[in-house]
């Protein structure tokens, strides 16, 4: 099964995270089927791959809680 989860980057006290189509069984830095996008918490900035995104949801994927905010948040749901 594939989730839509957060994958942490950046350095200490300054993290970003990638959005990542990830096999559920790997760990979080664990190796990604695709990078859709990213999250920056502090800048509170979103960037998504919108087509990439849909595909993954309509193969089947579930987004974590905290994705699933983030997407509501960047209204990538009204797309649907």
Same mark, same amino acid.
């Given at each position: 099964?594939?989730?839509?989860?957060?994958?942490?980057? #950046?350095?200490?006290?300054?993290? +970003? =995270?990638? +959005? @990542?189509? *990830?096999? @559920?069984?790997?760990?979080?830095? #664990?190796?990604?089927?695709?990078? @859709? #996008?990213? =999250?920056?918490? +502090?800048?509170?900035?979103? =960037?998504?791959? @919108?087509?990439? *995104?849909?595909?993954?949801?309509?193969? #089947?994927?579930?987004?974590?809680?905290?994705?699933?905010? *983030?997407?509501?948040?960047?209204?990538?749901?009204?797309?649907?």
């Amino acid at each position: 099964m594939v989730k839509l989860r957060l994958k942490r980057c #950046g350095r200490k006290q300054r993290a +970003i =995270y990638r +959005i @990542v189509a *990830i096999d @559920v069984r790997s760990r979080r830095e #664990g190796r990604d089927l695709r990078r @859709v #996008g990213f =999250y920056d918490p +502090i800048k509170n900035q979103t =960037y998504s791959n @919108v087509p990439a *995104i849909l595909d993954f949801l309509e193969k #089947g994927a579930q987004p974590t809680r905290t994705v699933h905010d *983030i997407f509501k948040k960047a209204e990538l749901f009204k797309e649907l």
